[in-house]
Protein backbone atom coordinates (compact mmCIF):
# COMPACT_ATOMS: atom_id res chain seq x y z
CA UNK A 1 0.00 0.00 0.00
CA UNK A 2 1.30 3.32 -0.91
CA UNK A 3 0.69 5.97 1.85
CA UNK A 4 -2.19 7.81 0.78
CA UNK A 5 -3.33 4.33 0.58
CA UNK A 6 -2.87 4.26 4.18
CA UNK A 7 -4.31 7.12 4.87
CA UNK A 8 -7.38 6.17 3.41
CA UNK A 9 -7.73 3.05 5.20
CA UNK A 10 -6.99 5.13 8.12
CA UNK A 11 -10.20 7.28 7.26
CA UNK A 12 -12.29 4.01 6.34
CA UNK A 13 -16.08 4.18 8.11
CA UNK A 14 -16.07 0.88 8.66
CA UNK A 15 -12.87 0.74 11.01
CA UNK A 16 -13.37 0.16 14.40
CA UNK A 17 -13.50 3.33 16.63
CA UNK A 18 -12.27 3.98 20.36
CA UNK A 19 -15.61 2.90 21.88
CA UNK A 20 -14.97 -0.44 19.92
CA UNK A 21 -11.21 -0.93 21.50
CA UNK A 22 -13.06 0.19 24.76
CA UNK A 23 -15.46 -2.56 24.66
CA UNK A 24 -13.12 -5.66 23.83
CA UNK A 25 -10.38 -4.68 26.27
CA UNK A 26 -12.70 -3.75 29.19
CA UNK A 27 -16.31 -4.78 28.77
CA UNK A 28 -18.66 -4.31 31.07
CA UNK A 29 -15.85 -2.79 33.79
CA UNK A 30 -15.83 0.38 31.52
CA UNK A 31 -17.42 3.43 33.74
CA UNK A 32 -17.70 6.26 31.17
CA UNK A 33 -17.24 9.79 33.57
CA UNK A 34 -18.40 13.27 32.20
CA UNK A 35 -17.71 17.03 31.72
CA UNK A 36 -14.59 19.46 31.87
CA UNK A 37 -16.65 21.11 35.30
CA UNK A 38 -16.46 24.20 33.23
CA UNK A 39 -18.31 24.44 30.13
CA UNK A 40 -20.06 20.91 28.96
CA UNK A 41 -19.28 17.61 27.91
CA UNK A 42 -17.96 16.98 24.54
CA UNK A 43 -18.77 13.69 22.90
CA UNK A 44 -16.11 13.58 20.51
CA UNK A 45 -14.00 12.50 23.39
CA UNK A 46 -14.98 9.51 25.55
CA UNK A 47 -13.26 8.84 29.16
CA UNK A 48 -13.33 6.82 32.48
CA UNK A 49 -12.48 4.02 34.43
CA UNK A 50 -11.78 -0.03 33.60
CA UNK A 51 -10.45 -3.10 35.01
CA UNK A 52 -7.74 -4.04 32.76
CA UNK A 53 -7.19 -7.50 34.01
CA UNK A 54 -6.31 -6.76 37.56
CA UNK A 55 -5.26 -3.17 36.52
CA UNK A 56 -7.57 0.21 37.38
CA UNK A 57 -7.01 1.74 33.86
CA UNK A 58 -7.84 5.45 32.94
CA UNK A 59 -9.12 4.79 29.37
CA UNK A 60 -9.83 8.27 27.01
CA UNK A 61 -10.37 7.89 23.26
CA UNK A 62 -11.53 10.39 20.33
CA UNK A 63 -14.80 8.87 18.86
CA UNK A 64 -15.53 9.83 15.51
CA UNK A 65 -19.02 7.48 15.49
CA UNK A 66 -20.37 4.69 13.78
CA UNK A 67 -23.02 6.09 11.04
CA UNK A 68 -24.36 9.17 10.68
CA UNK A 69 -25.94 10.14 13.41
CA UNK A 70 -23.37 9.44 15.74
CA UNK A 71 -20.66 11.47 13.82
CA UNK A 72 -22.73 14.39 13.96
CA UNK A 73 -23.17 13.80 17.40
CA UNK A 74 -19.15 12.94 18.42
CA UNK A 75 -18.22 15.84 15.69
CA UNK A 76 -16.77 13.45 13.39
CA UNK A 77 -14.04 13.36 15.64
CA UNK A 78 -12.73 16.54 16.10
CA UNK A 79 -12.47 17.59 20.05
CA UNK A 80 -13.69 21.24 21.17
CA UNK A 81 -11.32 22.77 24.27
CA UNK A 82 -13.76 21.37 26.38
CA UNK A 83 -13.07 17.44 25.43
CA UNK A 84 -9.59 18.49 26.01
CA UNK A 85 -9.93 19.43 29.58
CA UNK A 86 -12.46 16.43 29.97
CA UNK A 87 -9.19 14.10 29.31
CA UNK A 88 -6.80 16.37 31.28
CA UNK A 89 -9.27 15.85 34.57
CA UNK A 90 -9.56 12.43 34.14
CA UNK A 91 -5.34 12.13 33.69
CA UNK A 92 -5.17 14.40 37.07
CA UNK A 93 -7.31 11.90 38.97
CA UNK A 94 -5.49 9.30 37.62
CA UNK A 95 -2.48 10.28 38.43
CA UNK A 96 -3.55 10.87 42.44
CA UNK A 97 -4.44 7.21 42.70
CA UNK A 98 -1.60 5.94 40.31
CA UNK A 99 -3.58 4.52 37.93
CA UNK A 100 -1.93 4.56 34.35
CA UNK A 101 -3.71 5.80 31.57
CA UNK A 102 -4.68 4.51 27.88
CA UNK A 103 -5.51 6.61 25.35
CA UNK A 104 -6.92 6.15 21.93
CA UNK A 105 -6.59 8.24 19.28
CA UNK A 106 -8.57 9.08 16.04
CA UNK A 107 -8.97 12.45 14.69
CA UNK A 108 -8.42 14.94 11.68
CA UNK A 109 -7.44 17.10 14.36
CA UNK A 110 -9.21 19.56 16.64
CA UNK A 111 -12.21 21.36 15.99
CA UNK A 112 -11.29 25.28 14.45
CA UNK A 113 -14.33 26.47 14.73
CA UNK A 114 -14.93 30.08 15.54
CA UNK A 115 -16.70 28.87 19.22
CA UNK A 116 -13.87 26.57 20.13
CA UNK A 117 -11.30 29.53 19.44
CA UNK A 118 -13.44 31.76 21.70
CA UNK A 119 -12.94 28.89 24.09
CA UNK A 120 -9.78 28.80 24.34
CA UNK A 121 -8.52 25.52 22.32
CA UNK A 122 -4.90 26.55 21.54
CA UNK A 123 -4.76 26.73 25.14
CA UNK A 124 -6.43 23.55 26.14
CA UNK A 125 -4.39 21.82 23.86
CA UNK A 126 -1.08 23.82 25.23
CA UNK A 127 -1.72 22.97 28.48
CA UNK A 128 -2.80 19.46 27.94
CA UNK A 129 0.87 18.59 26.32
CA UNK A 130 2.38 20.90 29.25
CA UNK A 131 1.10 18.68 31.65
CA UNK A 132 1.08 15.23 30.48
CA UNK A 133 4.88 16.03 30.13
CA UNK A 134 5.12 15.66 33.84
CA UNK A 135 2.46 13.30 34.95
CA UNK A 136 4.04 10.85 37.33
CA UNK A 137 1.78 8.21 36.02
CA UNK A 138 2.27 5.90 32.93
CA UNK A 139 0.73 6.81 30.00
CA UNK A 140 0.13 4.79 26.69
CA UNK A 141 -1.45 6.07 23.82
CA UNK A 142 -1.92 3.64 20.63
CA UNK A 143 -3.41 4.96 17.19
CA UNK A 144 -6.03 3.70 15.84
CA UNK A 145 -6.94 5.12 12.73
CA UNK A 146 -6.15 9.20 12.12
CA UNK A 147 -3.85 11.15 13.93
CA UNK A 148 -4.22 14.80 12.89
CA UNK A 149 -2.06 17.29 13.97
CA UNK A 150 -1.88 19.12 17.91
CA UNK A 151 -5.67 17.10 18.32
CA UNK A 152 -3.88 14.03 18.19
CA UNK A 153 -1.08 15.38 20.09
CA UNK A 154 -2.99 16.30 23.11
CA UNK A 155 -3.59 12.83 23.94
CA UNK A 156 -0.10 11.61 22.71
CA UNK A 157 2.56 13.07 24.91
CA UNK A 158 3.18 9.68 26.76
CA UNK A 159 5.88 6.99 27.41
CA UNK A 160 5.08 4.78 24.78
CA UNK A 161 3.05 5.25 21.09
CA UNK A 162 2.13 3.04 19.33
CA UNK A 163 0.23 2.40 16.21
CA UNK A 164 -2.44 0.30 14.21
CA UNK A 165 -0.89 -0.79 11.12
CA UNK A 166 -3.16 0.84 9.09
CA UNK A 167 -3.10 4.57 10.98
CA UNK A 168 -1.04 7.63 10.17
CA UNK A 169 0.03 10.68 12.11
CA UNK A 170 1.06 14.12 10.64
CA UNK A 171 1.37 17.54 11.67
CA UNK A 172 -1.23 18.31 9.12
CA UNK A 173 -3.55 16.18 6.44
CA UNK A 174 -1.89 15.47 2.75
CA UNK A 175 -4.79 17.64 1.00
CA UNK A 176 -3.56 20.55 3.64
CA UNK A 177 0.36 19.99 2.66
CA UNK A 178 -0.25 19.87 -0.78
CA UNK A 179 -2.61 22.85 -0.97
CA UNK A 180 0.12 25.01 0.90
CA UNK A 181 3.19 23.26 -0.77
CA UNK A 182 1.80 23.40 -4.01
CA UNK A 183 -1.34 25.40 -4.54
CA UNK A 184 -2.96 21.58 -5.61
CA UNK A 185 -4.82 19.52 -2.71
CA UNK A 186 -4.71 16.68 -5.77
CA UNK A 187 -0.89 16.40 -5.30
CA UNK A 188 -2.18 15.11 -1.78
CA UNK A 189 -0.82 11.37 -2.39
CA UNK A 190 2.74 12.96 -3.43
CA UNK A 191 2.03 14.96 -0.20
CA UNK A 192 1.63 11.71 2.06
CA UNK A 193 4.64 9.97 0.78
CA UNK A 194 6.42 12.84 1.68
CA UNK A 195 5.16 13.57 5.44
CA UNK A 196 6.59 10.41 6.20
CA UNK A 197 2.93 9.91 8.22
CA UNK A 198 2.46 5.69 7.65
CA UNK A 199 3.19 3.46 10.99
CA UNK A 200 6.23 1.99 9.37
CA UNK A 201 7.67 4.95 8.56
CA UNK A 202 7.14 6.56 11.99
CA UNK A 203 8.80 3.53 13.51
CA UNK A 204 11.50 3.54 11.33
CA UNK A 205 12.68 7.16 12.30
CA UNK A 206 11.69 5.86 16.02
CA UNK A 207 8.80 8.42 16.63
CA UNK A 208 6.71 5.19 17.48
CA UNK A 209 7.57 2.21 19.77
CA UNK A 210 5.04 -0.46 18.24
CA UNK A 211 3.16 -1.13 15.12
CA UNK A 212 0.13 -3.42 15.57
CA UNK A 213 -2.05 -5.60 13.49
CA UNK A 214 -5.40 -3.78 12.81
CA UNK A 215 -7.99 -5.77 14.28
CA UNK A 216 -11.19 -6.53 13.06
CA UNK A 217 -14.91 -6.29 15.00
CA UNK A 218 -14.79 -9.91 16.26
CA UNK A 219 -11.05 -10.43 16.34
CA UNK A 220 -10.67 -11.98 19.54
CA UNK A 221 -7.62 -13.15 19.53
CA UNK A 222 -6.13 -10.15 18.33
CA UNK A 223 -7.88 -7.93 21.18
CA UNK A 224 -6.44 -10.53 23.59
CA UNK A 225 -2.77 -9.95 22.98
CA UNK A 226 -3.05 -6.71 22.98
CA UNK A 227 -5.08 -6.41 26.43
CA UNK A 228 -1.49 -8.55 27.32
CA UNK A 229 0.89 -6.22 25.85
CA UNK A 230 -0.83 -3.43 27.31
CA UNK A 231 -0.94 -4.85 30.98
CA UNK A 232 3.05 -5.78 30.86
CA UNK A 233 3.79 -2.05 29.80
CA UNK A 234 1.61 -0.93 32.61
CA UNK A 235 3.28 -3.37 35.16
CA UNK A 236 6.61 -2.45 33.71
CA UNK A 237 6.07 1.45 34.40
CA UNK A 238 4.30 1.24 37.29
CA UNK A 239 7.26 -0.26 38.91
CA UNK A 240 9.13 3.01 37.91
CA UNK A 241 9.04 6.14 40.42
CA UNK A 242 6.57 8.61 39.08
CA UNK A 243 9.59 11.59 39.00
CA UNK A 244 11.51 9.07 36.91
CA UNK A 245 8.68 7.82 35.09
CA UNK A 246 8.21 11.87 33.28
CA UNK A 247 11.71 12.50 33.38
CA UNK A 248 11.68 9.21 31.38
CA UNK A 249 8.60 10.46 28.85
CA UNK A 250 10.61 14.24 28.97
CA UNK A 251 13.96 12.13 27.46
CA UNK A 252 11.68 10.59 24.97
CA UNK A 253 10.62 13.46 22.99
CA UNK A 254 14.29 15.14 23.20
CA UNK A 255 15.31 12.42 20.96
CA UNK A 256 13.17 13.07 18.61
CA UNK A 257 15.41 14.73 15.36
CA UNK A 258 18.88 13.24 16.37
Known amino acids: MSAYDKVCAARDANKLTSIDYINNLFGDSFLELHGD ?32 KERMERNFGMAHPEG ?13 FHRPILCFVDTSGAFCGIGAEERGQGHAIA ?4 EMMALKTPVLSVFIGEGGSGGALALAVADEVWMM ?19 DSSKAPEAAEKLKMTAQDLFDLGV ?28 KNLAVDGAELANLRYERFRKFGN
Do not use: H
Open 37 to 68: RNFADDKAIIGGIGMLNEIPVTVIGLEKGRNT
Open 84 to 96: YRKALRLMKQAEK
Open 127 to 130: TNLM
Open 165 to 183: EDSVYSVISPEGCASILWK
Open 208 to 235: VERVLRQPKAEDKKMFESLKILICRTFE
